[in-house]
């Protein structure tokens, strides 16, 4: 594995669903169903590098934009495996070539343990922060994932609100 850092002050994006919107730095969202690099129960935060990755990331296949709330965060993070570097470097492990399987199709149609999460389980044991990885769904696009347990040390995340405008709880989405 190849490793970055993202220094102090880089600018990343994240489209949130509005029930999620009081909790721009927590992972509940992702911990809830798992996602392409998180099991099931594990908080994770996905970026993108840009505003358009992130707004293409969070619609998905659909031909609708959901509503979401945009958000930028100002972060340093430290010790990322840079899937962008796959094929460079010493030989990865054979298993993340397997990293862009229909990691939903496998979980939820086939129920089988999707390799992604196998490699994230990888990335954890080793204790590096998150995942640097091209997008499939917005070309020229990246993607970052960060592990909620593993913001420490030099790491550090921080969204860009400064008029107070994200709401500070769920009480709008009590149903």
């Not at 029930?19 to 927590?26: E, F, I």
């Not at 390799?115 to 922060?129: E, F, I, K, Y």
């Not at 769904?137 to 008029?163: C, R, W």
Request: with cysteine; net charge negative.
């Amino acid at each position: 594995m190849i490793l970055v850092d993202l220094p102090p002050g880089t600018t990343l994006f994240r489209a949130l669903a509005p029930q999620w919107a009081s909790r721009p730095t927590g992972g509940a969202g992702a911990a809830t169903n798992g996602g392409r690099f998180n099991r099931e129960g594990i908080e994770a935060l996905y970026f993108s590098l840009d505003e358009v990755t992130a707004l293409r990331e969070y619609q998905q296949p659909s031909p609708f934009l959901p509503p979401c709330a945009m958000c930028s965060y100002t972060v340093a993070l430290r010790n990322l495996v840079d899937l962008r570097q796959l094929r460079h470097g010493e030989p990865w492990d054979e298993l993340w070539h397997d990293w862009r399987e229909d990691w939903r199709h496998l979980k939820l149609e086939l129920h089988v343990e999707p390799p992604s999460w196998v490699l994230a389980d990888m990335v954890l044991t080793q204790g590096h922060t998150g995942i640097l990885f091209p997008s499939l769904v917005h070309e020229d696009g990246t993607n970052v994932i960060v592990y909620v347990d593993q913001l420490k040390d030099d790491n550090s995340v921080a969204v860009n609100d400064p008029d107070g405008r994200l709401p500070r709880d769920q009480s709008s989405w009590a149903r």
